[in-house]
């Protein structure tokens, strides 16, 4: 099966109730985003996360208007900012339209490489969530993670201290040998053909475990 999030929860703190604001408060917030800086960008990656979390479909849709600039907002020095915005990117990713725009705009390098530094937990939490949203049934995506290094870094999660982090590293790696998988077939169907992507890939027993642990607590 291939893994993907609903909407995630942003599980970060913010200094103001953001979920309550109403449908134009939403677009003021969006209006200042190309031009955001310092405390403001700041602020609105806090309260656009938020916004993200609780979306319906058409707000998702407009979130992922903006993501050439969420995605720059990823290179941040702030660690919140970092964290925010990948959960906004992750909600923006359960569409196949969002997951198309965070691609387009360059999304998954930095994203991959989120996974790869040292990271705050809620970086990484976030960050891993985006990348299994992204590689869900996504073939394009897929291609752009392995390329970047993410399943090397997906397998190190694999031993994060956090069960979540643990859980959506192992989605996204299920998501990966999917691909791989139906690759591979497309290839064995044409005599001759090089393979269309590189390498072998099998689910490893930490991920069936942690899947499976996934798979108990859903239905708890």
């Known amino acids: 099966n291939a893994f993907s999030l609903f909407y995630i929860v942003c599980v970060l703190h913010s200094p103001r109730a953001w979920a309550m604001m109403d449908e134009e408060g939403v677009k003021r917030l969006l209006s200042q985003v190309r031009e955001a800086q310092g405390t403001t960008r700041n602020d609105l990656a806090a309260a656009l996360s938020k916004v993200a979390a609780k979306a319906e479909d058409a707000m ?11 995605v720059q907002w990823l290179w941040t020095e702030e660690p919140l900012v970092r964290a925010y915005t990948a959960c906004i990117l992750a909600n923006i990713a359960f569409l196949e339209k969002g997951q198309q725009s965070v691609l ?20 990484t939490l976030h960050a891993t969530a985006a990348i299994q949203n992204l590689t869900y049934k996504n073939t394009s995506c897929c291609s752009s ?19 979540d982090v643990q859980q959506f590293a192992a989605g996204a790696l299920a998501n990966l040998q999917l691909y791989r998988r139906a690759a591979d077939e497309a290839a064995s169907a044409t005599p001759n053909a090089p393979p269309l992507v590189k390498g072998k890939m ?19």
């Open 104 to 123: 387009d705009n360059g999304g998954v390098k930095p994203l991959v490489q989120l996974l790869k530094n040292k990271e705050d937990k809620k970086v």
């Open 145 to 163: 993670v392995l390329e970047e290094g993410g399943e090397k870094a997906l397998k190190k999660l694999l031993q994060h201290k956090s069960e």
């Open 202 to 220: 099998t689910l490893n027993k930490k991920v069936k475990q942690i899947l499976r642990r996934r798979s108990t607590d859903d239905k708890s």
């Open 60 to 70: 998702l849709l407009e979130l992922g208007c903006y993501s050439d600039s969420f």
